[in-house]
């Protein structure tokens, strides 16, 4: 059984710590959704961060040609939304791989369900991480520690305490990650070196899987 009291001790340290934004320029201008709305970016000046980060969870095969991160909360409605479409979409697409990055910014509540998630990553692998994952972005209500620990257990995928103490490590490192590559807002996509704010759509994430296989770069302007 888990100690719950460390387990939560330990997502309050990390739900409190600060993110701070670094510099970051250079944008692409006229990137827009399907509806034509203006989408917010950033072109990384790290683009290899983020394959360095330990205890990402990959969707997809490892020499897909588009690689599509969500940087992402149990508790962000907008995640919630965009998971089904997702995950249909990484299904559909043979040369597309989805990866989950832990960036548990509305309370202590999603750390404590990030840290659940990279747990069952570790003793279950991908496919115990994609059921769990399916499962705390359709919960009902707010998501923490207990209830997706309730979830893990109703689906079989129990965690001891070697797999929770190295979740913790691995979600404080991605979260540290964040906030040096300046991705502070959930959702955040990141195709390429493009990091975008919010979920623009299947269509939308599609067309920019398409000019990215294109032109290298989800913008081919």
């Known amino acids: 059984m888990i100690d719950r009291r ?3 001790a330990g997502a309050l340290t990390l739900a409190t710590t600060a993110i701070a934004r670094p510099s970051q320029a250079e944008t692409i201008a006229g990137l827009a959704a399907a509806d034509g ?3 917010r970016n950033v072109v990384l000046t790290d683009r290899e961060g983020i ?6 969870t ?3 095969p490892a020499d897909a040609d588009v690689v599509v991160v969500e940087a992402f909360d149990y508790n962000c409605g907008y995640c919630r939304n965009a ?3 997702l995950d249909e979409l990484a299904r559909a697409d043979d040369g597309l791989a989805l990866v989950l990055f832990h960036l548990p910014i509305l309370g202590p509540g999603s750390v404590e369900a990030a840290q659940l998630h990279a747990a069952v990553v570790r003793r279950h692998g991908i496919d115990g991480a994609r059921a769990l994952h399916a499962a705390l972005l359709q919960a009902r209500g707010k998501v923490d520690g207990a209830k997706a620990q309730a979830l893990a257990s109703s689906l079989g995928l ?3 305490e070697e797999e929770i103490a190295a979740a913790r490590q691995e979600v404080a490192g991605q979260r ?3 906030g040096r590559l300046g991705l502070l807002y959930t959702p955040t996509f990141v195709i390429g070196d493009v990091a975008f704010i919010g979920w623009p759509g299947r269509p939308t994430l599609e067309r920019f899987a398409a000019m990215q296989r294109r032109c290298g770069r989800i913008s081919c302007g």
Do not use: D, T
Request: avoid cysteine; proline fraction near 4%.
């Open 37 to 39: 709305s203006p989408m």
């Open 158 to 160: 129990e965690v001891g």
């Open 58 to 60: 990959r969707f997809g």
């Open 83 to 85: 998971g089904r479409e």
């Open 51 to 56: 394959s360095r980060a330990q205890g990402l």
């Open 176 to 178: 540290a990650l964040a």
């Open 6 to 8: 460390g387990f939560f």
